[in-house]
Every structure is written in structure tokens, then in C-alpha cells.
DNA sequence: GCGAGTAGGTCCAGTTTTCAAACTCGCTGG
DNA sequence: CCAGCGAGTTTGAAAACTGGACCTACTCGC
């Protein structure tokens, strides 16, 4: 590949920017595990999906766990850092929701009891992140903006 | 493509999923707004580039408008929509600071003077999201989990 | 006026991925 | 024995990506 701005977006993107990686994610974290329920529900060619969980395990956001000795039989479940990934899926969704469709195919409940509509805060000050409110600094000048 | 699980995820991945899309976006935030600096900081072959911008624009994402007559020069920003996608951004990059990096190539000062861990909170009761406190909700039964 | 440079693309041929369907392997249940 | 399931692998054709060359329309220095 060409080069390109040393980023953690990127890198984030290196782990699950593939074609049904977040996808795959979004059933793990449904809680589907097993091969064919998954190549069911995100609709990609087996080959395909084999490649991605083989990634993703590899990269260790999901574990390849056995359920079932003789034949040999696995699932996938998360790891912790799989489950770190969830905020990326709650914002594509909360997207997604605003966006794209009149009816939320999928909503989701908090504890609270609300319908959890999912904001981006700052973790020190606790107050949203709004666009105006950024500065970015970089490590490499070479490749500040 | 094969049916798959109707999904507000799936859809945004529609508009922002494809190879470069979200590193276009990234590009735009830090103020990036010109076809040749945006290649070069992507890395994107330039037909490709051009295939993206087409589709943001498309899809509200990003907005042309000249900055220059004769010869005809253009220039991408991001809309609303656009805007809102910035949290989308903000947790690939914590995730990517935290699991797959030492040190963040890029970070970002917040108004309150600290550097910005993203938080995704409900936005009803304030609180983190965690793990185990979401309950999923299906619209269309076919599809539960 | 002439060549070089800039900006925003398009076009091309070669490589890599993706696709859908078919197939394999090791079992289980009737 | 035969059918079926689960988890993949194989296959051959279609689509997407790749790096680079090229095009158009200017502007600048000489």
C-alpha cells in the first residue's frame, strides 16, 4: 500500500475494516457464536466468513472456543478488547438510526430503562463532545494537518 | 447480495463501509478538504478517491462547492450528517489507541483542557454504557436473536 | 510564447477479493 | 444404510482495487 497518516482509525480499520467484520461483531455481541447462524445473519460467502473470524481471532477480538468434542465444533466469543468494540457498533448504529431509516430495525434497552440513544463524552469532564471542541495534536509533524 | 439481517449498522456501513471511506472522513475532520491532499494522506489510487467522494456526496456526508472559477476547483466539507459521524471516528480511534499502539499518533485536547477519551454514555440516565446493561429489541421478529 | 507546475480528475491493464454454489469430513439419529 | 448437520474448503467467474500514465485548464517565471 501506498503511505498514509500513521493513525489508530486506520489501524482500528486494519482489525475490522474488511467487508462483514463489524457485522460478524454485531452477532457476537447479539449473542450468535456459531458458524452457520452467523453466515445466516450478515448474508456473506462462507469463505469469506471463515477468513474474517480467522482475522478477527488472530487479532484477538474474538476467542475460538470448542463446544464440542468429536466432531470438533467451535464458537466464537469475545474477548475483552471484543467487547471494547461495542461503542464503535453503538455509534454506526445510532447513525444509522438518525440517518438512514424511519423505523430502527433494532433498539436496544438500558438498565435505566431508557432507550439507550448512545452520546460521545469527553471521560474527563463528562460533557459531549461537539464538533467545535477539538484540537488535534500530532506526534509527527510531518503529518499535521 | 444474500439477505441479511435488516440493521442500522449494516446500512451505515453502506454509505461510510467501503476501502477508505472512514479515513476520507478522518481527513475532512482535521480540516483536509482538497482531492490531491486527501489521495496523499489516504493513500487512496486516485479513481478510487474520486469513487468515494462521489458516493459521501451522494449520501450527504460531504457537500462539493467551488472555491475556484477557471479553472473549476472543488473542494469536499462535511455537512450535518457528516458532523455526526464524528463519534463513529472518536471510538475507532480509542480502540486503536488502546489495543493496537504505544503511543497515539494523534490526540485530541478537548474545551476542558484534557486530552479526550471518548465515553459513549445513554443519553438518558448519563451513565457508561457497559457490557451487560442492553437489552435488544427486534422490530421484525424473523430476525431475533 | 514556452516549458514547468498545480489541481482534479479519468483511463488502463494487471492483480487481488469476492461471490454463490458445490463439495468434504466426521460424526449422529432413525 | 442413508439422510442430515456443522464447519468449514474448493472452484471458476465477476467485481473491486492497484499504481501509474494521461488529460484539461489554468498560472507562473523567463
Known amino acids: 500500500m501506498k503511505t498514509q497518516r500513521p493513525c489508530s482509525i486506520a489501524a482500528t480499520l486494519g482489525v475490522i ?3 462483514y467484520s463489524v457485522l460478524v461483531l454485531r452477532e457476537i455481541f447479539f449473542g450468535v457464536r456459531r458458524f452457520d447462524a452467523i453466515a445466516r445473519n450478515v448474508g ?3 469463505d469469506v466468513l471463515a477468513a474474517r473470524l480467522r482475522r478477527l481471532v488472530e487479532a484477538g477480538v474474538l476467542e475460538r ?9 467451535f464458537e466464537y466469543r469475545p474477548t475483552q478488547a471484543g ?7 453503538l455509534t454506526l448504529m445510532a447513525w444509522g ?12 434497552a438500558h438498565d435505566c430503562g ?8 469527553c471521560g474527563a469532564c463528562r460533557r459531549e463532545v461537539l464538533p467545535g471542541s477539538l484540537t488535534p495534536h500530532f506526534t509527527d509533524p510531518e503529518w499535521a494537518a
Not at 472456543?65 to 470438533?72: A, G, K, L, S
Not at 438510526?97 to 436496544?108: G, I, K, S
Not at 431508557?114 to 463524552?121: L, Y
Open 44 to 46: 456473506a460467502p462462507r
Open 83 to 89: 467487547q471494547d468494540l461495542r461503542p464503535v457498533l
Open 65 to 73: 472456543v470448542p463446544y464440542n468434542e468429536r466432531p470438533q465444533r
Open 114 to 121: 431508557a432507550r439507550v440513544e448512545p452520546v460521545v463524552v
Open 97 to 108: 438510526d438518525r440517518y438512514l431509516t424511519q423505523v430502527p430495525p433494532v433498539t436496544f
Open 17 to 19: 475494516g474488511e467487508k
